[in-house]
């Protein structure tokens, strides 16, 4: 069983930036393929970006390259995801998840889950 539990969210306004982050505990860490997730109100839970077991590889949604980064400390058993450029529509609640993998993940279909953390955006 792995953990998960995220932390860093909050009210920000849009321009601005926020990093996420993500702790395991439980089993080893590696090798997981982590992924960061998202939910808005009255939508269905989409990819927000995903990073490999190595940290060498990453995929984002569309609608956030450029603007957010996602990282892992494996050392530390922890994933980041660096927001920058905030908008309105990014607001969600994002879900930090774990999969048995090595590499990149971008289906939904991961192993464990966090129980997520509110990211706010206002206008």
């Known amino acids: 069983q792995v953990q998960l539990v995220e932390s860093g969210g909050g009210l920000v306004q849009a321009g601005g930036s926020l990093r996420l982050s993500c702790a395991a505990s439980?089993?080893?860490?590696?090798?997981?393929?982590m992924g960061w997730f998202r939910q808005a109100p009255g939508k269905e839970r989409e990819l927000v970006a995903a990073?490999?077991?190595?940290?060498?590889?990453?995929a984002y949604a569309d609608s956030v390259k450029g603007r957010f980064t996602i990282s892992r400390d494996n050392a530390k058993n922890t994933v980041y995801l660096q927001m920058n450029s905030l908008k309105p529509e990014d607001t969600a609640v994002y879900y930090c998840?774990?999969?048995?993998?090595?590499?990149?993940?971008?289906?939904?279909?991961?192993?464990?889950w966090g129980q997520g953390t509110q990211v706010t955006v206002s206008s």
């Open positions: 998840a774990a999969t048995r993998a090595i590499v990149v993940v971008t289906t939904p279909e991961y192993d464990y």
């Open positions: 439980g089993r080893t860490f590696s090798p997981y393929a």
């Open positions: 990073i490999s077991w190595t940290g060498g590889r990453a």
